[in-house]
């Protein structure tokens, strides 16, 4: 069964710390996503990796940054969190490195920073 | 503009209606239409999964798409409580690296 885990499901910080938000998939896919999702804007593409050390801007990239040195794990890296990244981040996955392939979510993490 | 738009709703049925949930989108390079659906407190799922112009049925599930207007369309038949959650329309094109999602429609089935 396909499987997409998150780190945390919670998460609580204060402006200025340093986030890291991990995601594993057990399923050997290639692509990997990070989504932040908000009332009113739906799903926003963040970052996301296509290989091993690969990385590619979505539409929201500022005040993120991504690293993905294994295939299977994906982090987010929030270097500053500030009050407006407070959200639910969604992990995903996809077998191929194209946008007409499946995409499989984790069950997301959500954010708050004070 | 949005590539995808999505009405938000939230769109409020009783059980056994019929319920159509709507999408439009701008780019005529998408070929490949989805549907997620997300419980509250979950990921979103895969539900439909569509290539070009026509319909699917999958139970009481059909994902309709016309290209000439850009409309994507999902048709819940005999909807019931437990479909009670936010639809999320998707398309993606060859060439595309990531897909581009609407913002949800948030449904309740009332029992």
């Known amino acids: 069964d396909v499987k997409v885990t998150q780190s945390s499901r919670y998460l609580v910080k204060r402006t200025g710390e340093k986030v890291f938000l991990e995601c594993v998939q057990d399923?050997?896919?290639?692509?990997m996503f990070w989504y932040r999702q908000d009332p009113g804007l739906g799903l926003r593409l963040i970052y996301f990796?296509?290989?091993?050390?690969?990385?590619e801007k979505g539409d929201i990239p500022e005040g993120y940054s991504v690293s993905r040195e294994k295939k299977e794990r994906f982090s987010l890296i929030l270097e500053s969190a500030s009050t407006n990244q407070t959200s639910m981040y969604l992990c995903?996955?996809?077998?191929?490195?194209?946008?007409?392939?499946?995409?499989?979510f984790g069950p997301g993490t959500r954010l708050t920073v004070l | 503009q949005k590539e995808v738009e999505q009405d938000p709703g939230p769109l409020s049925v009783p059980e056994g209606a019929i319920v159509s949930l709507n999408c439009t989108y701008s780019?005529?390079?998408?070929?490949?239409f989805m549907w997620y659906r997300q419980y509250s407190r979950k990921g979103p799922e895969l539900l439909m999964y569509?290539?070009?112009?026509g319909n699917k049925e999958d139970g009481r599930f059909t994902a309709q798409v016309d290209k000439s207007s850009k409309y994507i369309s999902l048709f819940i038949r005999d909807s019931q409580p437990s479909d009670s959650a936010t639809y999320l329309c998707?398309?993606?094109?060859?060439?595309?690296?990531?897909?581009?999602f609407g913002s949800g429609t948030r449904l309740q089935v009332q029992p």
């Open positions: 990796s296509y290989d091993v050390k690969m990385k």
């Open positions: 399923m050997d896919h290639e692509n």
């Open positions: 569509t290539y070009s112009s």
């Open positions: 995903a996955s996809s077998i191929w490195a194209t946008s007409t392939d499946t995409q499989y």
């Open positions: 998707a398309s993606g094109g060859t060439g595309r690296r990531a897909l581009t």
């Open positions: 780019n005529s390079a998408f070929q490949y």
